[in-house]
């Protein structure tokens, strides 16, 4: 399966059905939940106290660095809704100047003036994502899963359908994450969260990391 093919595009209807009928089928809710709801937890828990511990010094050091680029807090916390539509507070290290409108869009350059000199190296090499382990932990997200939605978003332009994304933990990677479309909006192409909620497994998610660490190592950035 190409993660980030054109079919994606193509069948982009008949992905969102397919997600659609997956997301009120009781039997693909069954079966998602034996991997979904017990053992991914089960590994993201164990895996994200392992690297949480294993880059502590690197958050150390970021943290640092954060505080002597400019005033502000180190970490940018933001409302994001998750599985089940419940808020959360996702974390962020800081990579923009404290007035920054806080729910304003996201910069699309690195040249965009909110941005601080260190917040350009973070977002370049996607080290700014790091504190969410924390969330990982809390069992807020997942590794991988629908990127979580920021909160204006959902309450003023999601409807029923879009919605039906919260059926799983959000993710720090997933399916769209990795697809040419994460340049639009994320609730612009439902086919790739609806494909992954009916068809979550172990092996998807590896694939999806493996096309994770290949965007990165040839963008350096999400």
């Known amino acids: 399966m190409n993660l980030s093919g054109p079919e994606y595009v193509v069948n982009r209807e008949a992905a969102v059905q397919e997600g659609t009928a997956a997301v009120l ?9 034996g991997y979904a709801d017990f053992w991914k937890p089960f590994i993201d828990v164990m ?17 640092i660095m954060i505080k002597l680029d400019s005033r502000g807090p180190v970490l940018f916390r933001q409302d994001r809704y998750g599985k089940n539509g419940t808020k959360f507070s996702i974390y962020k290290f800081r990579t923009m100047y404290t007035d920054a409108p806080k729910y304003s869009v996201s ?11 260190i ?34 978003i959902v309450e003023q ?3 029923e359908l879009e919605r ?13 994450q990795v697809s040419e479309a994460r340049k639009e909006p994320i609730h612009h192409n439902l086919q790739y969260d609806f494909h992954y909620i009916s068809n979550v497994s172990l092996s998807m998610d590896i694939k999806i990391i493996i096309q994770t660490l290949r965007v990165m190592i040839k963008s350096n950035t999400f």
């Not at 504190?131 to 991988?144: D, R, T, V, Y």
């Not at 039906?164 to 769209?176: D, E, N, S």
């Open 157 to 159: 332009e999601y409807t």
């Open 47 to 63: 895996v994200a106290a392992v690297l949480l511990l294993a880059v502590s010094p690197v958050m150390i050091l970021v943290a």
């Open 119 to 152: 917040g350009r190296i973070l977002r370049k090499t996607s080290l700014d994502e790091l504190p969410q382990l924390l969330n990982i932990l809390k069992g807020e997200m997942s590794f991988i899963g629908p990127r979580p939605e920021i909160k204006t």
């Open 164 to 176: 039906r994304r919260f059926i799983v933990k959000p993710g720090i990677t997933g399916l769209w």
């Open 107 to 117: 910069p699309t350059s690195s040249l965009d003036p909110r941005i601080t000199r």
């Open 25 to 33: 089928d009781q039997t693909c809710s069954r079966r998602v939940g």
